[in-house]
């Protein structure tokens, strides 16, 4: 099992990102989402969406400036973050969820991992 996440980088406050995050077949048959975890702060939950793409879940702190969206044929997941902040900042991962029947945004109910990408926002 598999998940590659790419897209960080260096951006000046209000930019915008698009990470990616190439996923195996056994990781991708499930809810995806994306984590992340700021210096010296807990990993929270940032977005997920369904198996079938139809159903979205966004943290508040996000949810007018994050897009999460699913390629199947890719087998990718990709998380477009618009109006950057300089509180934005941290490592983001992305995650599949192995724990069927439960909320979204627990990062204990996900069981497959990337290694994650630094998104760094200048102020």
């Known amino acids: 099992v598999q998940l590659q996440a790419s897209g960080g980088g260096l951006v000046q406050a209000g930019g915008s990102l698009r990470l990616s995050c190439a996923a195996s077949?056994?990781?991708?048959?499930?809810?995806m989402g994306w984590f992340r975890q700021a210096p010296g702060k807990e990993r929270e939950f940032v977005a997920a969406?369904?198996?079938?793409?139809?159903?979205?879940a966004y943290a508040d702190s996000v949810e007018d400036r994050f897009t999460i969206s699913r390629d199947d044929a890719k087998n990718t997941v990709c998380l477009q973050i618009y109006s950057l902040k300089p509180e934005d900042t941290a490592v983001y991962y992305c995650?599949?969820?192995?724990?069927?029947?439960?909320?979204?945004?627990?990062?204990?109910?996900?069981?497959?991992w990337g290694q994650g990408t630094l998104v760094t926002v200048s102020s």
């Open positions: 995650a599949a969820k192995t724990i069927y029947g439960s909320a979204w945004y627990s990062p204990l109910d996900y069981g497959y």
């Open positions: 077949q056994r990781a991708f048959d499930n809810v």
């Open positions: 969406i369904s198996r079938s793409g139809r159903n979205t």
